[in-house]
């Protein structure tokens, strides 16, 4: 099956699911919240017990399109919880565990996206930032807390204060993907993967995931909250036009004292 935005097939088990906004796939509302329609279709379906999800174009997913002046104008009251979050929750949530097949680039909230997966399979060439704090403004998609739960809280702050781009070898060292293969076999791994699992019990899986996430959806719901609050001040603010300016410009930005 496709659609506009999205590629949806099965193959045995496998429910596989392309990014199909080439060549960076940059997300919005629609498209997050198409991504989780698409992953409770396969969680109704008992056939499925894996997800594979993989993009097709020369990024994963590059994040929110800061050069549409219409993401960065949409304003927000700071108790309303960001839409596109809220769909975000709806991705964390999924009881199927998923695999990723990343080729290329994943940033901001594409690496949000990249960490709604169990695992993460990438490729030496692929590229990896939360460039939030470099853009002018808090981390989202839940990565406050994503990330350091992956990583660790060191690298962590390493990667979210500098919004340093670290490619696929460097992303294995410090535990953001599982696995470094050649480009070409990105998918081809990915897919083995979620076959492997896909072997031992769906039921016995579940339950096993169930249990090591612990309060995991607990601790993304508050910090999409904290996220969506913090953000709402900040997306209206100098630092962020600076921020996106240096971006386009490819400088260093010059923040206010």
């Known amino acids: ?81 960001n839409p596109l979050y809220a769909e975000a929750v709806r991705l964390y949530g999924c009881t199927k565990p998923v695999v990723a097949a990343i080729e290329g680039a994943a940033i901001g909230g594409g690496l949000g996206v990249a960490l709604t997966a169990d695992f993460r399979i990438t ?12 853009l002018g403004f808090h981390p989202g998609f839940g990565l406050s807390f994503t990330l350091p739960h992956l990583i660790g809280k060191q690298h962590a702050a390493k990667l979210l204060y500098t919004g340093a781009r670290i490619g696929g070898e460097q992303a294995l060292r410090i535990g953001l993907v599982d696995e470094v293969v050649a480009q070409n076999e ?8 979620a076959q492997e699992i896909a072997i031992s019990s769906p039921r016995a899986v579940q339950a096993t995931r169930t249990t090591l996430r612990g309060d995991f959806m607990d601790r993304v719901r508050l910090a999409v909250v904290r996220e969506s609050e913090v953000q709402a001040v ?20 010059n923040f206010e004292d």
């Open 1 to 81: 099956m496709t659609d506009a935005i999205l590629n949806i097939s099965t193959q045995g088990h496998i429910g596989i699911v392309e990014l199909n906004k080439p060549p960076h796939n940059f997300f919005d509302q629609p498209l997050i919240a198409s991504l989780a329609d698409a992953w409770e279709a396969f969680e109704a379906d008992k056939k499925i017990r894996v997800i594979l999800l993989c993009a097709n174009g020369k990024s994963f997913c590059a994040g929110a399109d800061f050069a549409d002046k219409s993401t960065r104008e949409k304003k927000r009251s700071v108790k309303q919880t």
């Open 123 to 134: 490729c030496p060439e692929a590229k990896f930032s939360a460039n939030f704090n470099r």
């Open 186 to 193: 990105v998918r081809t791994h990915a897919l083995a993967l």
């Open 234 to 253: 900040q997306m209206n603010t100098t630092d962020l036009l600076e921020g996106v300016n240096a971006a386009k410009e490819r400088r260093n930005p």
